[in-house]
């Protein structure tokens, strides 16, 4: 039951380009994405998230995109900096189904080389 | 900044025995949460609680698990018999409010090792 998936486990881009992770998700009722980050020996942290009702959301270096006809979003994050080097893991909920779980991707390690 | 405490940080124990996770939230947080992830896996949803209540909880979530807010601070997440599949790094986590468009503030994690 794969309702979120992020098919590439690994990236590696050089420091100062973009890098772009990609999420699919199959589950109609999501409608609320986010993106978390996680460093080892720690927990996930929050990084940036979108409504279903927006195509784009933008803080600062990282911004979501969503396609809802696709249903796909996808995180950039430009200029990347060293200490992006994590892994990246999108997950979603169905909130107004009154659904609050997460529902998380596996995960992308992103390697950003100086 | 105010953070998710989890302890321990590692806890090995021997299958069919009983171990319970502890977890300090956020102490303005209302909701609460508890995620596994098993090595080279997804994050897993486990249970939500609210209102010294489960407002929702998984299929994995079974009879072996149980979750208790024993004081106004302390949130764990008991497991009664351990079996070999529970080996994993358990995530406690809390919010605020009860819907992910708040974000979820997550501790660094206990990984449970059963032998």
């Known amino acids: 039951d794969q309702q979120v998936k992020q098919n590439s486990p690994s990236l590696s881009v050089q420091e100062g380009r973009i890098s772009i992770l990609n999420c699919d998700y199959t589950n109609s009722m999501f409608d609320y994405f986010l993106w978390y980050k996680k460093y080892p020996a720690e927990g996930p942290t929050f990084l940036i998230s979108i409504s279903s009702i927006k195509d784009k959301n933008e803080d600062g270096r990282f911004t979501v995109f969503l396609n809802k006809s696709a249903k796909h979003l996808s995180l950039h994050i430009v200029p990347s900096q060293p200490g992006d080097s994590a892994v990246y893991f999108c997950a979603a909920s169905a909130t107004n189904f009154g659904n609050e779980k997460l529902t998380f991707g596996t995960g992308t390690r992103l390697t950003i080389i100086p | 900044e105010p953070e998710v405490t989890q302890t321990p940080s590692h806890q090995v124990t021997q299958m069919g025995q009983e171990v319970i996770l502890r977890c300090v939230p956020i102490?303005?947080?209302?909701?609460f949460y508890w995620y596994r992830q098993i090595l080279g896996q997804k994050v897993e949803f486990l249970v939500s609680f609210y209102n010294n209540e489960i407002s929702e909880k998984s299929e994995i979530f079974d009879d072996q698990f149980s979750v208790e807010r024993p004081d106004g601070s302390n949130f764990t997440l008991k497991i009664r018999s351990t079996k070999l599949e529970d080996s994993a790094m358990y995530f406690c986590?809390?919010?605020?409010?009860?819907?992910?468009?708040?974000?979820?503030?997550f501790g660094s994690g206990t990984q449970l090792s059963v032998l």
């Open positions: 986590a809390s919010s605020p409010v009860g819907s992910s468009n708040e974000k979820l503030f």
């Open positions: 102490s303005n947080h209302l909701y």
